[in-house]
């Protein structure tokens, strides 16, 4: 079983920052990636970024967000600076590797909600 929390989210006003962070537990051997999704009301989950060998972006945050990833602690941030009211959303963490046993794994968070409200 693997465990993915997240936390960092909260309300913000337009222009500011907000830093999201994703620790994962559990039975991992390798993580491929951990990922950022976001949900906003009415709409479908997207991808914000991805953490691989190279960083990818949707163009909606390109220069304002930024993923790093710590792996000696198995955890995944995002730094999200000039907030837009568009940004927001619920945010989901997502986690693709193998455990120990070399299944693969494939996990989503429960998610935070980050509000961009003056």
């Known amino acids: 079983q693997v465990q993915l929390v997240e936390s960092g989210g909260g309300l913000v006003q337009p222009g500011g920052s907000l830093t999201l962070s994703c620790a994962a537990s559990g039975s991992i051997r390798r993580i491929y990636t951990m990922d950022w999704y976001r949900q906003a009301p009415g709409k479908q989950r997207e991808l914000v970024a991805t953490?691989?060998?190279?960083?990818t972006y949707a163009d909606s945050v390109k220069g304002r967000f930024t993923i790093s990833r710590d792996n000696a602690k198995n955890t995944v941030y995002l730094q999200m600076n000039s907030l837009k009211p568009e940004d927001t959303a619920v945010y989901y963490c997502?986690?693709?590797?193998?455990?120990?046993?070399?299944?693969?794994?494939?996990?989503w968070g429960k998610g935070t909600l980050v509000t961009v409200s003056s």
């Open positions: 997502y986690l693709k590797g193998v455990n120990i046993d070399y299944v693969g794994l494939d996990y």
């Open positions: 953490s691989g060998p190279t960083s």
